[in-house]
């Protein structure tokens, strides 16, 4: 069986409070300072430097690059973000589903998924939590997500792939995608050229990881770390589950997750700026979304595309109700999030400071 990977992009950049902020500006996502620690994710995107453990600490900066996520090896970055402080940590991990599980488990269309930008709640709990597979402290999601579903394919040359693009079905409901360790181990790796290798942090990035469409942090527990290897700083899982457990907030419950492409962020510290709506958007442009969906019709049925209240939420029925319209104006493609292309086919203009 060959699977496809990609090589990754050499993009460097600074990953600070203020490109955060700036985030959740043009994606009108209102931040509270009372809140203490918010949780991020950037797809596409790996350490640029191989200081793991200053990675894995709150700093008021963090060297990143862009990397092409392939949905074999951990490509993305998920990090903690104390607001209050302007301080965050980065770990290395995936925000996508990886292939070789999917394979391995056969798992169908309707079994892994890739969660969609946008706004998300999380609270602390156990996974899996039927106990099935090493039990671990972690966190699962609270409500409704916009997610993505699509097969992967055998090209003619007998390579597996799979893409997330626009032609594939974009949902909304309850994925069921928690927060939990990527589960590696040079014992059970599928990454054959490691086996029964020492744990290290290249290991951990060249290893496949554990994930049907949750977000994973590469590493294990500490309970599931076979006999005979040691807990180092090449568990970016350990450092993750301790702050939110234990260290810096253990009263806190429920947590933000915001989740982000890494171009998004790269652009800003380029002097680049988008203002876009997603899941967990609130403000103006939400209701400037809502008001023209309720003014555009669908060609079948004659409703409009929204018939909620304009209340300025992007939840559940705004997203759906961007979906449909998305199919209708792109050709069955649907992203479920508003850019700019879907904002000029809406005929609207978004306001680059909302606040």
Not at 7 to 34: G, T
Not at 49 to 61: C, D, G, I, M, V
Not at 332 to 340: I, L, Q, R
Request: proline content about 5%.
């Amino acid at each position: 069986m060959k699977l496809v990977g990609s090589s990754d992009i050499s993009y460097a950049f600074v990953l600070s409070d203020a490109v955060l902020r700036k985030l959740c500006q043009l994606q009108q996502i209102p931040l509270n300072e009372e809140e203490n620690l918010l949780f991020f994710g950037l797809r596409g995107s790996r350490l640029a430097l191989p200081e793991y453990e200053r990675a894995y600490s709150f700093q008021q900066e963090h060297l990143i690059q862009l990397s092409s996520t392939d949905y074999l090896h951990p490509r993305c970055l998920l990090g903690q973000w104390l607001p209050s402080e302007k301080k965050l940590a980065v770990f290395p991990g995936s925000t996508v589903p990886n292939l070789a599980y999917v394979l391995q488990n056969r798992k169908s269309r309707y079994e892994y998924n890739c969660m969609v930008y946008g706004s998300y709640v999380y609270e602390k709990s156990i996974h899996p939590s039927d106990n099935s597979f090493e039990p671990h402290p972690a966190f699962r999601m609270l409500e409704q997500a916009v997610f993505q579903l699509d097969h992967y394919t055998c090209t003619a040359d007998q390579q597996y792939v799979i893409s997330y693009q626009e032609d594939a079905t974009t949902e909304v409901g309850y994925a069921g995608n928690q927060i939990h360790s990527a589960r590696n181990n040079p014992r059970k790796t599928l990454n054959l050229p490691f086996r029964d290798a020492s744990y290290s942090s290249r290991f951990c990035l060249e290893d496949y990881y554990s994930s049907f469409g949750c977000q994973v942090i590469v590493g294990q527990p500490e309970a599931y770390i076979p006999s005979g290897y040691y807990n180092g700083t090449w568990n970016a899982w350990h450092y993750f589950q301790h702050y939110a457990y234990e260290s810096i907030t253990p009263s806190q419950k429920r947590f933000r997750y915001l989740l982000w492409p890494a171009a998004e962020a790269f652009a800003i510290t380029n002097g680049h700026s988008m203002p876009v709506l997603r899941y967990g958007s609130s403000g103006e442009n939400v209701k400037i979304l809502q008001k023209a969906l309720h003014q555009h019709y669908q060609p079948l049925t004659g409703k409009a595309f929204y018939t909620g209240e304009v209340d300025g939420i992007y939840g559940a029925e705004t997203a759906k109700a961007v979906i449909r319209f998305q199919k209708v104006a792109f050709g069955g493609k649907a992203k479920g999030w508003v850019d700019p292309s879907t904002q000029k086919y809406l005929g609207i203009h978004m306001c680059t400071t909302p606040y």
